[in-house]
Nanobody
């Protein structure tokens, strides 16, 4: 089993920045992809960004150029640096882990095996 714990959410003004963290524990050797999803109220979870064990990264078009995903393998932690935040970025963010190593990075939430509890991001205009 793998446990994921997110942190770093909070409130910021439009144009500001936040950094989310996702710490993995347990059988982390089994993980290939780590990803961030977000879920607006009443909608399905949508892919934001993913990073592979080899460092390969991918981003949703809506965040490309503003968000950066990175990882510290020694700490089993993945980060999402979010810059130039917009009011539409203000939703719940979830960390996810995938074991199968599908290629390219899975963008469907159903393909992920483990999830964190989520962290809320609020952006005021």
């Amino acid at each position: 089993q793998v446990q994921l714990v997110e942190s770093g959410g909070g409130s910021v003004q439009a144009g500001g920045s936040l950094r989310l963290s996702c710490a993995a524990s347990g059988y982390t050797y089994s993980i290939y992809w780590m990803a961030w999803f977000r879920q607006p109220p009443g909608k399905e979870r949508e892919f934001v960004s993913g990073i592979g064990r080899d460092g390969w990264t991918d981003y949703a078009d809506s965040v490309k150029g503003r968000f950066t995903i990175s990882q510290d393998t020694a700490k089993n932690t993945v980060y999402l640096q979010m810059n130039s935040l917009k009011p539409e970025d203000a939703v719940m963010y979830y960390c996810a882990a995938e074991k199968a190593g599908r290629w390219p990075v899975p963008r469907n939430a159903n393909e992920y095996n483990y999830w964190g509890q989520g962290t809320q991001v609020t952006v005021s205009s």
